[in-house]
T-cell receptor, first 113, second 114 residues
Framework: AQSVTQPDIHITVSEGASLELRCNYS??????LFWYVQSPGQGLQLLLK??????LVQGIKGFEAEFKRSQSSFNLRKPSVHWSDAAEYFC???????????FGTGTRLTVIP | NAGVTQTPKFQVLKTGQSMTLQCAQD?????MYWYRQDPGMGLRLIYY???????DKGEVPNGYNVSRLNKREFSLRLESAAPSQTSVYFC?????????????FGPGTRLTVL
């Protein structure tokens, strides 16, 4: 069965520090992988996606993620966090034509000034 | 270009009341989706419509019905609301079946059932 695990429920980092949010997936076929961000009271905004090719993908707002097939992981990184990055982050996995995305339970990021 | 819009933004219902959540997209997407978001559970798919004229159940369809009115609009109906349906509901759309199969989300409807 397909599943997405985000092992960290809540992460706190200082502004300017680096960030890594973990995502592990279980999926039988070649996955399509996504990271979304949700600010309080808002909808989900796409940060980046991986379909194929280069396993290091760049997204908006200075985020990047690396697909590691051997570890079934798609971790999100940012070298220097800004206070405006405080939000909830969701990892999702899907497959073209499958008409469904499976979401992780989310990681809430708090940024300390 | 508004993307995906949802109405209403907030709603409070009493148990047993009915209501319809509206969703529209202006991106000419073929596929549309309804999710619910509950604390600690991420998003779960309620129903989806792969194309105009078709609808299919997702992970948690019980207590809901949907209508794909046309290519732009996809509504979600609660016939007899229950407290367990208190949640935040998100509509999304995508060009499923292509290399750019990415779902775009609306701002959500926060529903409370008393």
């Amino acid at each position: 069965a397909q599943s997405v695990t985000q092992p960290d429920i809540h992460i706190t980092v200082s502004e300017g520090a680096s960030l890594e949010l973990r995502c592990n997936y279980s999926y039988g076929a070649t996955p399509y992988l996504f990271w979304y961000v949700q600010s309080p009271g808002q909808g989900l905004q796409l940060l980046l996606k991986y379909f194929s090719g280069d396993t290091l993908v760049q997204g908006i707002k200075g985020f990047e993620a690396e697909f590691k097939r051997s570890q079934s992981s798609f971790n999100l990184r940012k070298p220097s966090v800004h206070w405006s990055d405080a939000a909830e982050y969701f990892c999702a996995v899907g497959q073209t034509g499958a008409n469904n995305l499976f979401f992780g339970t989310g990681t809430r990021l708090t940024v300390i000034p | 270009n508004a993307g995906v819009t949802q109405t209403p933004k907030f709603q409070v219902l009493k148990t047993g009341q009915s209501m319809t959540l509206q969703c529209a997209q202006d991106m000419n997407h073929n596929s549309m989706y309804w999710y619910r978001q509950d604390p600690g559970m991420g998003l779960r798919l309620i129903y989806y419509s792969a194309s105009e004229g078709t609808t299919d159940k997702g992970e948690v369809p019980n207590g809901y019905n949907v209508s794909r009115l046309n290519k732009r609009e996809f509504s979600l109906r609660l016939e007899s609301a229950a407290p367990s349906q208190t949640s935040v509901y998100f509509c999304a759309s995508s060009t499923a079946g292509t290399d750019t199969d990415t779902q775009y989300f609306g701002p959500g409807t926060r529903l409370t059932v008393l």
